[in-house]
């Protein structure tokens, strides 16, 4: 009687001291507490006068479950959507996507050329060195925001980015 109890309520005791945690984390934006680390978050510097650009980073999920961003929002553009790119008849093309998965113990990269979030009708142009805040939306309902500097590509390139290591 007692063991199947034991087994019975210690993880419904777990489950409720993680639900708490978990809550505790979930009201505001939760950059460091969140389980998907954001690494070399970077918004992509467009010559003046393009309406749109995007946003890179490397997503590593430390957290035992699946997780997907599902949207992501920013105050610095009319839309912000997920994308990738697809090759379609020899051309790349990049098409809007539902969800970008973050497998559990698996990092997920958001790279020109791949996966990325878009930013698109820019209400300012942005500079060099700006923070543009991104907020992501995972399927669990968490939300994550993300402070992603304004990179030249070109500078990354040449080696003048922090952090580029590959
Ligand atoms: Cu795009």
Redesign the pocket.
Known sequence: MMPTLMRTLLPAALMLFMGAAWAGSHGHDAGASHPVKVHMPFVRLMPPGQP?T?AFMTLENTAGQDLAVVSAESGVSRVV?L???TMHEGVMR???IERIEVPAGGRTELKPGGL?V?L?GLHEPLQEGQVVEVTLVYDDGSRQLVRAPVRDPGDMMRGGGHGMNH
């Open positions: 749109n995007a959507e994308h990738t790119h990049m098409r809007q990325h878009m698109i």
